[in-house]
């Protein structure tokens, strides 16, 4: 039957190790891109950011990795922690939006220990 | 500072009735959201608000739903009237302007459940 509800792609990994969560993105004129953290019953949380000038972004265990050419970004999140676990979130915004942000459908990562 | 403050947390009326969301931004941005999350159609962007203005109301679904932001500090999203179709959670966020590179910072939600 036709399925119904957005699929969201889902991400397993074992405590200790290092996730990898993707995101395509269509809009060759985005120029920011941010990765939120959403945990079920709350809001979306701000995780990193980065602009279209930069192809590499370290925080605190997280790193982002933009390529233009393919219109991909990814979030690396070093020694997988339970507290991890959540969906996440791409956004992208370009100056010809105002600044809105466009929201990808998100990734289930499940810390399993 | 507190975050983004919504209220109620939790809502629960029925198909019919009038509902009304509350936001207070973070002290000192002045661009306000207000989004949709369903299981559905993910988040979606209903309206924003730059300097109290509404500047985008295209994502609002129809004319039973209505924003307005009469200072800095507050903002609502109203429903009415309300159907069983609205239930989803909403979030409203702040930011600190839409014209540079800047996150935008989420409340915490109210789910609404319309019966």
């Known amino acids: 039957g036709e399925s119904v509800g957005l699929h969201l792609p889902t991400l397993s990994v074992q405590e200790g190790d290092n996730s990898i969560i993707n995101c395509a993105y269509s809009?060759?004129?985005?120029?920011?891109f941010i990765w939120y953290k959403q945990e079920s019953g709350k809001g979306p949380q701000f995780i990193i950011d980065?602009?279209?000038?930069?192809d590499k972004r370290q925080g605190q265990r997280v790193t982002v990795l933009l390529n233009k050419t393919v219109k991909h970004l990814s979030l690396q999140i070093a020694a997988t922690q339970p507290g991890d676990s959540a969906v996440y979130f791409c956004a992208e915004t370009s100056s010809g939006s105002a600044r809105q942000l466009t929201f990808g459908s998100g990734t289930q990562l499940t810390v399993l220990p | 500072d507190a975050g983004v403050i919504q209220s109620p947390r939790h809502e629960v009326t029925e198909m019919g009735q009038e509902v009304t969301l509350r936001c207070k931004p973070i002290s000192g941005h002045n661009s306000l959201f207000w989004y949709r999350q369903t299981m559905m159609r993910g988040l979606e962007l209903l309206i924003y608000?730059?300097?109290?203005?509404?500047?985008?109301d295209s994502g609002m679904p129809e004319d039973r739903f209505s924003a307005k932001m009469p200072n800095a500090s507050f903002s609502t999203l109203k429903i009415q009237p309300s159907e069983p179709r609205d239930s989803a959670v909403y979030f409203c966020a702040s930011g600190p302007t839409t014209s540079s590179y800047n996150e935008q910072f989420f409340g915490p939600g109210t789910r609404l459940t319309v019966l």
């Open positions: 608000f730059n300097n109290n203005v509404p500047i985008d």
């Open positions: 980065i602009r279209s000038n930069m």
């Open positions: 809009n060759s004129a985005s120029d920011y």
